[in-house]
């Protein structure tokens, strides 16, 4: 009971001297709010469409071709509501406007498209973007391959009839005309059928778990990962904070008198690891609780899954704080390399939201060298929690690799560590 007593005595000392510390706990909870607020918000309104109005991107068009496929494609494209198309007569003033930055992308569509259509020729569509506007360009192009994969299956549909008609010899000794209307009423049938099938398809893909729940999809999806991304990576700044903590005790003789007492060295390192623990899990709550309020991000159907992984997670940033404190030499040191390691593990294992899923699950070397880190194991298991509805079962194996990663770390830092100077 003493070793607990004293061990909550030192957790409680050390609590004291982090609420005293206003520039780290800025940087623990404002920072994380205000990057995942603003990443998280502008994902959200690109998603929305612009169901208030609102403009997303801003392109210029020019189509010259003088057929029904390029005029189709025109019309497509105005109607879409997250571009804001400007039309211009030709190709070099829609480019104009791309290189004076004024559209995000120029979208040409060339002479003779539609006859290349008809006949079955191989064509293209120009997009021209502005690399300085990369990701607006970038949902252009998304949207272009949208539009240009209707028009492609007209085209396919439209081929594939007149082929069969000519073939057959059905129409044999019929007028260009009768050929022509057959042709097209046979069109007409078909395309009226599959924008029927579109807008109400006989087979619907539902996305559940093992256990029969319904999967987030989309910006949902995306929103499970950024904010437990973002909060991986700024509990792990607790790195470098612990570690001096303990290194600015021991250059000021404060943990030199801690050691005369009758207090383990283990019990020590362990309360102040609890408080660094209970700050990183006030920390994720605080994110957590204002991204649900927010943005409605989802938190999955394992609560106790939620406190677990917040805990282990905690637990190896405090380890691997201490473990740093074992190694280097002075309290600066310990604070540049947790900033290092913060940023550097916080991009090879994932926890910078640069693609749609976890790169944990990127495969190949870069999925490998992921997970050798503990923030891919943490994101993993966070996402798989929240946006996939997992229980805690399910996230063991990311559980128990945390663990392991945090025992050898507090094991090393115990073994390292120097109480006097």
């Known amino acids: 009971m003493e070793t607990v007593f004293y061990t909550l005595s030192v957790a409680w000392k050390e609590i004291q001297l982090i609420s005293?510390?206003?520039?780290?706990?800025?940087?623990?909870?404002?920072?994380?709010?205000?990057?995942?607020?603003l990443v998280g918000g502008i994902n959200v309104?690109?998603?929305?469409?612009?169901?208030?109005?609102?403009?997303?991107?801003?392109?210029?068009?020019?189509?010259?071709?003088?057929?029904?496929?390029?005029?189709?494609?025109?019309?497509?494209?105005?109607?879409?509501?997250?571009?804001d198309v400007q039309v211009r007569d030709s190709a070099a003033e829609a480019e104009a406007l791309v290189s004076a930055g004024d559209v995000a992308a120029a979208i040409v569509i060339p002479t003779g498209f539609?006859?290349?259509?008809?006949?079955?020729?191989?064509?293209?569509?120009?997009?021209?973007?502005?690399?300085?506007?990369?990701?607006?360009?970038?949902?252009?192009?998304?949207?272009?391959?949208?539009?240009?994969?209707?028009?492609?299956?007209?085209?396919?549909?439209?081929?594939?009839v007149y082929t069969i008609l000519a073939e057959s010899g059905a129409l044999e000794g019929a007028g260009p005309e009768v050929q022509m209307a057959t042709g097209a009423q046979i069109m007409g049938v078909i395309m009226t059928q599959l924008n029927q099938m579109r807008h109400d398809p006989a087979i619907v893909v539902a996305s559940e778990n093992l256990e029969g729940a319904t999967v987030e999809g989309g910006i949902i999806l995306f929103l499970a990962y950024v904010f437990p991304g973002f909060s991986v990576m700024f509990v792990f700044f607790i790195v470098g904070m612990a570690g001096a903590s303990i290194l600015k005790e021991r250059e000021s003789g404060t943990l030199r008198r801690l050691v005369a007492a009758p207090i383990s060295r283990g019990a020590i390192i362990a309360g102040k690891m609890i408080a660094y623990i209970?700050?990183?899990?006030?920390?994720v709550t605080v994110l957590f609780t204002v991204a649900k309020v927010a943005?409605?991000?989802?938190?999955?159907?394992?609560?106790?899954?939620?406190?677990?992984?917040?805990?282990?997670?905690?637990?190896?940033?405090?380890?691997?704080g201490m473990l740093v404190a074992g190694i280097v030499k002075s309290a600066k040191q310990a604070d540049d390399v947790g900033t290092?390691?913060?940023?550097?593990?916080?991009?090879?294992?994932?926890?910078?939201?640069?693609?749609?899923?976890?790169?944990?699950?990127?495969?190949g070397v870069v999925g490998v060298i992921s997970n050798l880190?503990?923030?891919?194991?943490?994101v993993e298991a966070y996402y798989s929690l929240m946006a996939e509805n997992a229980a805690l079962i399910d996230v063991l194996p990311e559980i128990g690799t945390l663990l392991a990663?945090?025992?050898?770390?507090?094991?090393?830092?115990?073994?390292?560590?120097?109480?006097q100077p």
Request: glycine content about 10%.
């Open 45 to 83: 309104q690109l998603n929305s469409g612009s169901e208030d109005g609102g403009i997303l991107v801003n392109v210029s068009l020019a189509n010259e071709d003088a057929g029904i496929f390029g005029e189709r494609i025109a019309d497509a494209l105005l109607e879409i509501d997250a571009l």
């Open 20 to 37: 005293k510390d206003r520039g780290g706990l800025a940087l623990l909870f404002i920072l994380p709010l205000l990057i995942g607020s």
């Open 114 to 160: 539609s006859d290349d259509i008809d006949t079955h020729t191989p064509t293209e569509i120009e997009v021209i973007v502005d690399m300085a506007q990369i990701q607006s360009a970038n949902i252009v192009t998304g949207i272009m391959n949208q539009v240009v994969d209707e028009v492609t299956i007209w085209g396919e549909v439209q081929y594939g």
């Open 405 to 419: 990663m945090g025992l050898v770390f507090f094991a090393v830092a115990l073994w390292r560590f120097r109480f």
């Open 278 to 283: 209970l700050l990183a899990c006030l920390q």
């Open 340 to 363: 290092i390691l913060g940023f550097v593990l916080a991009g090879v294992g994932g926890a910078l939201p640069m693609s749609a899923e976890p790169l944990s699950r990127a495969g």
């Open 373 to 378: 880190t503990p923030h891919a194991h943490a």
């Open 295 to 320: 943005f409605d991000m989802p938190l999955g159907e394992s609560p106790l899954g939620l406190v677990v992984v917040t805990v282990v997670v905690a637990f190896v940033a405090t380890a691997l």
